[in-house]
């Protein structure tokens, strides 16, 4: 059940039933934007809805990509973009849910896991072996770049010309347990490596970017934003 609240008072605006409602929750502007993955051995349904800010109707509910899992929510000004576990990409349209385009990332060699940024209507992401940047308009592969497969990549985050990204790795249990982990920068246009930031034998993880640092672990390493060379790091508290 939605509830919205209002923030002085805390009295309860408005309220909403949607089953089977996934992790992720998008706000934009006056809609809230959701996926319901009802999964089970009768019937699959998956679908992308919108629910009025004001007084939390239902907007529409789009069926999509049944029977695979969603996840990935992503919403701009005139599109909602949702990513399907089979790798496909699908674009709503924000005001209707009307599906505009579906775009099969397999087909085109470079299978997306959920962790995608779109800006500029480019989806910036990992597939097993590689960082890539799909152009969601034309759905052309605009570059892709290796990565070590052993690598789970995180979202990446698009400032400016610049797409930073972190991924690790780990391996091993208990006392051979072994992790790792790099950051990378590459151009958003050409997919040109800046820089690289080797973790050692730790992970790189929790990416921020802010102030011209790149933040990791928990604010515990930050780097240069421009050339990736180690700014600070400090032990975290046991």
């Known amino acids: 059940t939605f509830s919205r609240l209002d923030?002085?008072?805390?009295?309860?605006?408005?309220?909403?039933?949607?089953?089977?409602?996934?992790?992720?929750?998008?706000?934009?502007?006056?809609?809230?934007?959701?996926?319901?993955?009802?999964?089970?051995?009768?019937?699959?349904?998956?679908?992308?809805?919108?629910?009025?800010?004001?007084?939390?109707?239902?907007?529409?509910?789009?069926?999509?990509?049944?029977?695979?899992?969603l996840d990935g929510l992503m919403a701009t000004d005139k599109s909602v973009y949702v990513m399907s576990d089979m790798g496909n990409i699908y674009v709503l349209d924000r005001a209707t849910g009307k599906i505009r385009?579906?775009?099969?990332?397999?087909?085109?060699?470079?299978?997306?896991?959920?962790?995608v940024s779109i800006i500029g209507g480019v989806a910036y992401g990992s597939t097993k072996d590689a960082f890539v940047a799909i152009d969601t308009r034309t759905s052309v592969l605009l570059w892709s770049k290796p990565k070590d497969k052993a690598l789970q990549a995180d979202a990446p985050i698009v400032i400016g010309d610049t797409v930073y990204v972190s991924a690790s790795g780990e391996s091993g249990l208990g006392a051979d347990q072994k992790v790792w982990g790099f950051s990378y920068a590459f151009d958003a246009n050409s997919g040109e490596q800046k820089w690289i930031y080797s973790c050692n034998n730790t992970l790189c993880s929790d990416l921020a970017v802010a102030n011209g640092l790149v933040i990791l672990n928990g604010g515990t390493l930050a780097l240069n934003a421009k050339d990736g060379k180690k700014v600070w790091h400090v032990e975290p508290y046991n």
């Open 101 to 115: 385009r579906v775009i099969d990332t397999k087909r085109l060699g470079a299978q997306l896991t959920p962790s």
């Open 7 to 69: 923030v002085k008072s805390h009295a309860l605006l408005w309220q909403q039933t949607v089953s089977n409602v996934g992790p992720t929750l998008v706000t934009s502007e006056d809609s809230v934007y959701g996926i319901r993955n009802d999964i089970n051995a009768v019937k699959d349904r998956t679908s992308v809805f919108a629910l009025n800010l004001n007084n939390g109707a239902m907007r529409w509910d789009t069926e999509v990509g049944s029977p695979s899992f």
